[in-house]
């Protein structure tokens, strides 16, 4: 036998063994995190492993303790073992983007698991990430502030990069009064919206008509929305406000500022309701979102367990009033629905929310355009704790206006779909996560914890699915982009397959010995 024909023996055994044995390393580590049992995501145990990169200057001990992410610090071997599940058949066409939690890339994919665009930054990210229609990527990270405790939901930071990676921006509202925090949103004229708290001192709270007795804490943090326009590369001018603290209402002391009857002021937030003592971040707002045709936005207040809808037509000065503006009412709610409760049109047992995350609108051409989706996770719901992802009608005309029947609370009565797992328990994201709807007419859900991916037909069944490895592992929120949006066009490609162990060796393959690589790919599955 001759040197080449051994040679090419050698090398078909090789690649064959490579082949067969490499997709047990990431396989068999991802199904620790998940598994596909009588067709529902089984989403493993309570606990949550997570990677740190050793070049990460997050502060291990910090971490460490933290018994609510339990995290370990191995070697960033994450890009190595990305693991994608390939045989639940094809999904949407188009991209997923997201930040692991605790790293420093933004990962851009297709749905055919192959990384086809990374960004890199110098900070750990604050939460959300976009892709903008000119191919530049929007990112919240985390800056250092003082007086606001880490951990829950914190940012500080708005970065925004070109397609090359180039850093464009980095915008800081984080002192110790302010700052920014879960989501950011940027809008059709180039600004970004921005979620941030404000500090409150329990003088001021007191003033505003809060029960002395629901202050744990000498200070209080409100929730306001700001609108930036980006200047220069580390400014911009704040060209628009909304504050919460403009809007309250209260019928505890009327002696105090923003006394009422808080049942006949629905477009008013009561300031004593669940109030401050479920901890210094009263709102909690962790989501915004932006309806173009309404000039209306949309935001997620988990601490009053609703979606609030405000104009955003208004000029600041408007915003912080009851009347201007398209929709008349100024900075009021025009629209609320998660529990009525709140503003006393129901009671505890109307409540439809118990802790969620990610309101957003179906997009225009979507089936179910102008519906709104949410997360719903569930935390200490009535009975066993469970997730699931809601999609209501909010009651809403032609031009934006919202009907409320009086003395009643807002519809609808009930979500016209619900996501939940065939056992329900078996899906439960205590935190963060999020869903989208899709071109195709499928939901895509973000299982945030977990980082798992997934994607649902009206009728419940996963039709794709993906669960992430890189960095923290964790995700706050995904988004997809269809192959004809101007973003995804604008993007320089890095078809990295998701299987890079055997990539190359699969491709020789292909083009040596085909009808052995078509075979290999029956039980192997696609490589892509």
């Not at 004593?272 to 997620?300: C, P, R, V």
């Amino acid at each position: 036998m001759n040197n080449r024909s051994m040679c090419r023996k050698v090398t078909v055994f090789a690649v064959f063994t490579l082949l067969i044995i490499s997709p047990i390393v990431p396989l068999s580590f991802g199904l620790n995190i998940l598994t596909q049992r009588n067709g529902l995501v089984d989403l493993g145990d309570n606990k949550y492993n997570y990677f740190v990169p050793e070049e990460s200057n997050t502060n291990q001990e910090t971490l460490i303790n933290d018994p609510y992410h339990n995290i370990r610090k191995v070697s960033d071997m994450s890009e190595q073992l990305q693991f994608g599940k390939p045989n639940l058949g094809k999904g949407c066409d188009g991209y997923i983007l997201f930040a692991p939690w605790l790293y420093t890339k933004t990962y851009l994919i297709d749905n055919k698991w192959k990384v086809v665009h990374k960004w890199n930054s110098r900070y750990m990210p604050g939460m959300s990430v976009y892709l903008l229609e000119n191919g530049n990527l929007l990112r919240a990270d985390y800056a250092p502030h003082p007086g606001i405790v880490w951990g829950q939901g914190d940012t500080g930071r708005v970065e925004m990069f070109s397609s090359d990676g180039t850093q464009l921006w980095n915008y800081v509202y984080a002192n110790d009064t302010v700052c920014l925090h879960h989501d950011i949103e940027p809008l059709p004229n180039g600004n970004v919206l921005m979620v941030a708290w404000e500090v409150k001192t329990k003088d001021e709270a007191i003033a505003a008509g809060c029960k002395p007795s629901a202050i744990p804490e000498d200070i209080v943090w409100v929730d306001h929305i700001i609108e930036v326009k980006p200047i220069g590369p580390e400014s911009g001018d704040i060209v628009w406000e909304w504050h919460v603290w403009d809007h309250l209402i209260q019928d505890y002391d009327p002696s105090k500022d923003n006394y009422g009857v808080v049942a006949d002021h629905p477009e008013l937030i009561d300031i004593n309701f669940m109030a401050i003592s479920a901890g210094k971040d009263w709102n909690h707002i962790n989501a915004i979102d932006y309806n173009e045709e309404f000039d209306q936005i949309l935001l997620t207040s988990a601490g009053q367990n609703e979606i609030w809808v405000i104009d955003h037509s208004t000029i600041t000065e408007e915003a912080a009033g009851h009347t201007c503006g398209t929709s008349g009412k100024g900075g009021d709610l025009l629209y609320r629905w998660g529990n009525p409760w709140a503003y006393q049109a129901g009671t505890s047992g109307d409540k439809k929310f118990f802790f969620h995350h990610d309101a957003r609108w179906v997009e225009p051409g979507y089936p179910g355009e102008g519906h709104i989706t949410i997360f719903h996770n569930g935390y200490h719901r009535p009975g066993e704790d469970y997730s699931s992802v809601l999609e209501i009608v909010p009651p809403v005309d032609s031009i934006g206006t919202y009907y409320l029947e009086p003395g009643s609370a807002y519809g609808p009565e009930d979500p016209i779909w619900e996501y939940t797992a065939k056992n329900p328990p078996d899906f439960f994201a205590i935190g963060q996560s999020g869903a989208q709807r899709l071109p195709n007419g499928n939901t895509l859900i973000c299982h945030g914890p977990r980082g798992v991916f997934f994607e649902v037909t009206p009728d419940k069944k996963i039709v794709w699915l993906y669960a992430n490895l890189f960095g923290g592992r964790g995700v706050f929120k995904i988004n997809f982009y269809p192959p004809d949006y101007p973003g995804i066009q604008k993007v320089s490609y890095n078809q990295q397959n998701t299987y890079p162990l055997y990539t190359v060796g699969f491709q020789w393959l292909q083009q040596t010995f085909p009808l052995l690589a078509r075979i290999l790919n029956l039980f192997i599955g696609p490589l892509g």
